[in-house]
């Protein structure tokens, strides 16, 4: 099925480009997609348009959720070339991307990334481990052995050793891959392993691997939206303001965005370790996630330099390890990976990870 809807794609892309003339050939690229991947793809588009003299891409911060759904929209120039996410695409999206026709897709991982909790440069000092970071911001959480709605208002209230201030965490909105990663690499985790009294128990009455993580999807996703935990939009520029007016405030966004603002903005430490590109890349730090970009390779044929940019994208000078976006915070893959991503985004490789 899945075959026969790529060749029929396929066809409709070779007319689509055939009716498409020099003249009427988009002279620029169109990027949607995560924030976190923005300042990364800015970067590359000013190289791009310096070394080539092309018009730099229309790059557009729309979260990785709204990214895809663009995306996987449909196929000619009104749609996007590439979408960047924080997270890898889900099967969801997939099936929207082949209901549209758009199934002949490179999946590139550019490298990663650490979800990073940090405050005010002027805040304390703070130090909170998983499970904490679950009681404050979960929607629900055990309380005498069941699962009750969050009533946890100061972080003391959580653990006597822990600042008596409120809790106000400012986060990423549902569309943002930041926020996925989160779900998953904190509240999730937290669940699944066991690591308070009442998910221990719930794993040993689960037994089934697969049904135990159905039980915590169901209960243990939702952010609180009683107050604490505070959606701050796509511009993580917002928060830097919101948390430097507020020394007891939080924000949640990925490393690279830290790392750009280190002048105004501390890290806190997750389970005693400090988010930095040393301890992102050896696991040491406990929050980290995969960043990508997806190219759409039927507009290849019709929208000018977007070879050229894929290309620069995957040069050993921007996501090698002394490439410039190191520079501006992505941990590098290892070798042997840079290459076999580079040699499938170069030649578009369409990705197979949702089968045949």
């Known amino acids: 099925m899945l075959k026969t809807l790529r060749a029929m794609a396929a066809i409709g892309a070779v007319a689509l480009a055939a009716t498409v003339s020099a003249a009427e050939a988009r002279d620029h690229l169109k990027i949607v997609g995560s924030s976190t991947v923005y300042p990364y793809a800015q970067a590359v588009a000013e190289e791009f348009a310096q070394k080539t003299g092309n018009k730099p891409p229309v790059l557009e911060s729309t979260g990785t959720g709204g990214g895809m759904k663009l995306f996987c929209s449909g196929i000619g120039q009104q749609h996007p070339d590439i979408t960047n996410a924080s997270r890898a695409m889900k099967k969801s999206e997939w099936d929207l991307c ?109 037994a089934d691997r697969k049904a135990l993580k159905e039980f915590v999807r169901l209960n243990c996703s939702a952010m609180r939206s009683d107050g604490p935990f505070i959606e701050a939009g796509e511009n993580d520029n917002l928060i830097v303001q919101k948390l430097n007016a507020d020394p007891e405030a939080l924000g949640i966004f990925g490393y ?28 040491s730090y406990g929050i980290s996630r995969p960043l990508f970009f997806y190219i759409k390779n039927d507009h290849r044929s019709f929208v000018k330099g977007m070879d050229d940019f894929i290309a620069e994208f995957v040069s050993e000078e921007a996501f090698g390890p002394d490439g410039y976006l190191s520079e501006r915070g992505l941990v590098p893959l290892p070798d042997e990976q840079r290459e076999k991503v580079r040699e499938a985004a170069t030649r578009g490789t369409p990705m197979t990870r949702f089968g045949e």
């Not at 690279?256 to 301890?279: A, C, M, W």
Request: charged letters at 25%.
């Open 256 to 283: 690279s965005f830290l790392f750009e603002n280190e002048d105004n903005l501390k890290p806190i430490r997750i389970g005693g370790v400090l988010p930095s590109i040393d301890s992102i890349a050896d696991g």
């Open 98 to 206: 082949v209901t549209n026709g758009v199934t002949n897709i490179t999946e590139v991982l550019i490298g990663y990334d650490g979800l990073s909790v940090a405050h005010a440069r002027q805040s304390p000092d703070m130090d909170l481990s998983k499970a904490q970071l679950y009681l404050a911001l979960a929607k629900q959480v055990p309380v005498n052995g069941k699962l009750v709605d969050n009533p946890y208002k100061t972080w003391r209230q959580i653990d006597p050793k822990l600042p008596d201030a409120p809790i106000r965490v400012y986060g990423p909105p549902p569309t943002s891959g930041t926020r996925d990663a989160f779900v998953e690499l904190v509240l999730h985790e937290v669940c699944l392993k066991g690591e308070l009294p009442f998910w221990k128990k719930k794993a040993e009455e689960i």
